[in-house]
């Protein structure tokens, strides 16, 4: 299972955006572990690409139980719903040119922690780890709130996209595996991002760009790297 999902992740022909995206997938993977642990993870990822052939394989890397990416241009409440559905994996949204008031309720939910259902005192957690894929320049490629990563056709792998379909089924299999041994292993994985946490604070100068959500997500990404 472990080749296969190696082989799937081979994609990416960029080592750098191929070991952004595993490390991504396995955060999500333990998302709501990491929330109970202390270590929410402040930022989402927007994956950006004008190039249709580059969308569909994020796609395919990001939906694993079949489920559709989320429309960014949804009515509101129907947005929420399908936000809340979503636990412990990639919350995939797919950016829209529509004008929709759902980028702020997704901004908010990230901030906060929360969605609202409705104006009411009612909401629910965030369970899932937001994640945009879009081919436009939008709010959440310039939002502080979201890593950006932009990836061309050069960073795929042309030979190994025509297996995409076919690998991808393995990685809900791999994601279930994964956090079994998470869950026998929940000290060592304190320890690492305890341990990268602090580096990527200790290694930031005073006058560095990186704003503290920044920098912890970071931290987490690299202890989850790391385990």
């Not at 394989?57 to 990416?69: G, H, I, K, N, V």
């Not at 529509?98 to 922690?113: F, H, R």
């Not at 879009?134 to 490629?141: K, M, V």
Request: with cysteine; charged share 15%.
């Amino acid at each position: 299972m472990v080749q296969q999902v190696t082989r799937l992740m081979d994609c990416i022909a960029s080592p750098e955006i191929r070991s952004i995206l595993f490390t991504w997938i396995h955060a999500a993977a333990l998302y709501s572990l990491l929330n109970g642990l202390g270590y929410t993870i402040p930022l989402g990822i927007c994956l950006f690409s004008a190039d249709p052939q580059v969308m569909r394989a994020l796609e395919a890397l990001m939906s694993w139980y079949s489920d559709s990416p989320i429309p960014l241009e949804l009515p509101p409440k129907d947005f929420r719903f399908q936000i809340i559905a979503r636990k412990d994996q990639p919350m995939l949204v797919r950016d829209s040119a529509v004008k929709s008031g759902n980028s702020e309720i997704l901004l908010n939910a990230l901030e906060t922690g929360a969605i609202p259902v409705d104006r009411s005192s009612t909401s629910y957690p965030l369970q899932a780890l937001p994640t945009v894929i879009t081919s436009q320049l939008s709010n959440f490629c310039f939002s502080p709130q979201f890593i950006l990563l932009e990836i061309s056709s050069d960073d795929l792998e042309s030979r190994s996209l025509a297996q995409l379909s076919r690998l991808q089924k393995y990685l809900p299999d791999y994601i279930q595996c994964f956090a079994r041994y998470v869950e026998n292993n929940i000290a060592l994985l304190c320890w690492d991002i305890d341990m990268a946490v602090n580096s990527a604070h200790a290694c930031c100068p005073d006058d560095c760009p990186l704003s503290q959500d920044a920098l912890f997500t970071l931290g987490i990404l690299n202890g989850i790297q790391e385990f």
